[in-house]
């Protein structure tokens, strides 16, 4: 098998060669070549020890040198090569005692998580592949290296890692692997939040989000995501659902790309439903405010789990949005683009669509008719550049104290007013028809004080 190697990692490789030592791609970047994917890293193991692959470059960072790994940077792109290492005993599912270098490339896989990220290779060799990653390749199973549940008690995380490579590849896992994984997911409480951040939303991200079903199935979201199994089995008796709460919300996911906003956003928006269900005398459900509970629910997990600033304002304001009507005008579509802000308009519309789509056939067309007309109107307001927030008012507070109004809250209240006058009024959103707006207002405020 012949595997196309950058030119910068193939001179890493020669140069320790030619210098007497082994060294190879290793992991993901051999995995995703031979299903013909594009690597999104090269990384390279050697026998070489760190000091002496520093000596043979010319620049080099020490990016884990503890752990063995050396980043040599080619041309302005870096590049990991780490030293084969066998991992010490591990004490708390998360990091090994101590780290021992090798020289020997079958003790370094030996250590590494699933049969098909333990393999290697170079120009020379060819692949390398002791454990049977190429047949598990070609049968679609995510096994563990050796006994897996060795493996898993070494690092618990990568209890999650085998379900989001099972969703990334639509690989089953080997079923003595699952078992591992069951009785071992409580050890998942001992990884960091950061840690299972990162693999949550590339299991999130991945073709197949529904799999997520399988991280509950497993017993991993009761560790790291216990909302998500309030939501199994919550049954929706109404006109409009077909599924039960955590079915649709799989069903919506994938009605939506790739983008970790708007999974998440789908992943959240009915949390809230569980707590607010309740069944009229008919026996139809209903789960009024739930969104409001959704929202809560989204931003306490975000933050939890340390995401950023920014995607916990996204998915939070889409959460709370995500069942927010509105008729298909142009006055409608600029009071939403005031509450829900121009930057997030085009994904609440992704989401309104997402959800509508993942509900039953009842007045399904009329509501998919009311977003595509809505998208219409939002594509008019943007070619008119209709004001909807106070940045593109044509009136500032600077302006408004040039009016005799004083610093503070009555001016921003004033500003909120000019702007409310605008969204219904675009044609107004000029100096002068804002002043004198201004006036008409302060004098009556002022009548209101007397």
Same mark, same amino acid.
């Given at each position: &098998? #012949?595997?196309?190697?950058?030119?910068?990692?193939?001179?890493?490789?020669?140069?320790?060669?030619?210098?007497?030592?082994?060294?190879?791609?290793?992991?993901?970047? =051999?995995?995703?070549?031979?299903?013909?994917?594009?690597?999104?890293?090269?990384?390279?193991?050697?026998?070489?020890? *760190?000091?002496?692959?520093?000596?043979?470059? #010319?620049?080099?960072?020490?990016?884990?040198?503890?752990?063995?790994?050396?980043?040599?940077?080619?041309?302005?792109?870096?590049?990991?090569?780490?030293?084969?290492?066998?991992?010490?005993?591990?004490?708390? $599912?998360?990091?090994?005692?101590?780290?021992?270098?090798?020289?020997?490339?079958?003790?370094?896989?030996?250590?590494?998580?699933?049969?098909?990220?333990?393999?290697?290779?170079?120009?020379?060799?060819?692949? =390398?592949?002791?454990?049977?990653?190429?047949?598990?390749?070609?049968?679609?199973?995510?096994?563990?290296?050796?006994?897996?549940?060795?493996?898993?008690?070494?690092?618990?995380?990568?209890?999650?890692?085998?379900?989001?490579?099972?969703?990334?590849?639509?690989?089953?896992?080997?079923?003595?692997?699952?078992?591992?994984?069951?009785?071992?997911?409580?050890?998942?409480?001992?990884?960091?939040?950061?840690?299972?951040?990162?693999?949550?939303?590339?299991?999130?991200? $991945?073709?197949?989000?529904?799999?997520?079903?399988?991280?509950?199935?497993?017993?991993?979201?009761?560790?790291?995501?216990?909302?998500?199994?309030?939501?199994?089995?919550?049954?929706?008796?109404?006109?409009?659902?077909?599924?039960?709460?955590?079915?649709?919300?799989?069903?919506?996911?994938?009605?939506?790309?790739?983008?970790?906003?708007?999974?998440?956003?789908?992943?959240?928006?009915? &949390?809230?439903?569980?707590?607010?269900?309740?069944?009229?005398?008919?026996?139809?459900?209903?789960?009024?405010?739930?969104?409001?509970?959704?929202?809560?629910?989204?931003?306490?997990?975000?933050?939890?789990?340390?995401?950023?600033?920014?995607?916990?304002?996204? =998915?939070?304001?889409?959460?709370?949005?995500?069942?927010?009507?509105?008729?298909?005008?142009?006055?409608?579509?600029?009071?939403?683009?005031?509450?829900?802000?121009?930057?997030?308009? *085009?994904?609440?519309?992704?989401?309104?669509?997402?959800?509508?789509?993942?509900?039953?056939?009842?007045?399904?067309?009329? #509501?998919?008719?009311?977003?595509?007309?809505?998208?219409?109107?939002?594509?008019?307001?943007?070619?008119?550049?209709?004001?909807?927030?106070?940045?593109? &008012?044509?009136?500032?507070?600077?302006?408004? &104290?040039?009016?005799?109004?004083?610093?503070?809250?009555?001016?921003?209240?004033?500003?909120?007013?000019?702007?409310?006058?605008?969204?219904?009024?675009?044609?107004?959103?000029?100096?002068?028809?804002?002043?004198?707006?201004?006036?008409?207002?302060?004098?009556?405020?002022?009548?209101?004080? #007397?």
């Amino acid at each position: &098998m #012949k595997i196309r190697l950058p030119k910068p990692v193939c001179t890493i490789i020669e140069n320790l060669q030619l210098h007497g030592y082994e060294a190879y791609v290793v992991g993901g970047c =051999v995995r995703d070549s031979i299903l013909g994917r594009e690597p999104g890293d090269w990384d390279i193991t050697t026998s070489a020890l *760190p000091e002496e692959v520093k000596t043979l470059f #010319k620049r080099t960072i020490d990016t884990g040198i503890e752990h063995g790994t050396v980043t040599v940077m080619i041309d302005h792109e870096g590049f990991e090569v780490t030293t084969y290492r066998i991992d010490g005993e591990y004490e708390d $599912s998360r990091h090994p005692k101590a780290v021992e270098f090798t020289r020997s490339l079958e003790e370094d896989l030996k250590r590494r998580d699933f049969t098909i990220n333990a393999m290697a290779y170079n120009d020379t060799e060819r692949l =390398v592949d002791i454990f049977g990653g190429m047949q598990d390749l070609n049968n679609h199973l995510i096994r563990c290296v050796g006994d897996p549940k060795e493996r898993f008690s070494e690092d618990a995380l990568r209890i999650l890692r085998a379900v989001r490579f099972s969703a990334q590849l639509a690989f089953p896992i080997e079923p003595e692997t699952a078992d591992a994984i069951r009785e071992l997911a409580p050890n998942l409480g001992n990884i960091s939040a950061e840690r299972i951040q990162v693999e949550l939303v590339k299991m999130l991200t $991945s073709p197949h989000p529904e799999l997520i079903q399988d991280a509950c199935e497993l017993g991993i979201t009761k560790v790291i995501l216990p909302e998500w199994d309030d939501m199994v089995g919550v049954q929706q008796n109404t006109p409009h659902h077909k599924y039960d709460v955590d079915q649709h919300t799989i069903e919506a996911m994938k009605n939506v790309g790739a983008d970790k906003v708007l999974r998440l956003t789908m992943l959240f928006h009915d &949390m809230g439903k569980p707590e607010m269900k309740t069944t009229d005398e008919e026996g139809v459900d209903h789960f009024k405010k739930h969104a409001l509970v959704s929202e809560e629910i989204a931003r306490r997990v975000l933050r939890r789990l340390k995401f950023d600033n920014d995607t916990v304002r996204k =998915v939070t304001r889409l959460v709370y949005y995500h069942d927010y009507r509105i008729a298909a005008t142009n006055k409608s579509v600029r009071r939403a683009l005031y509450k829900i802000g121009k930057d997030l308009f *085009p994904r609440y519309l992704e989401v309104r669509m997402a959800d509508v789509m993942a509900q039953s056939d009842f007045d399904r067309f009329n #509501k998919v008719n009311n977003i595509l007309e809505t998208e219409v109107c939002y594509q008019e307001v943007l070619d008119n550049q209709d004001c909807v927030s106070l940045k593109e &008012m044509a009136i500032n507070g600077q302006d408004l &104290m040039a009016l005799g109004m004083k610093p503070g809250k009555d001016l921003g209240d004033m500003l909120n007013i000019l702007l409310q006058y605008v969204i219904d009024n675009p044609e107004k959103n000029n100096r002068t028809e804002l002043s004198e707006y201004a006036v008409r207002q302060m004098h009556i405020q002022q009548l209101k004080k #007397k």
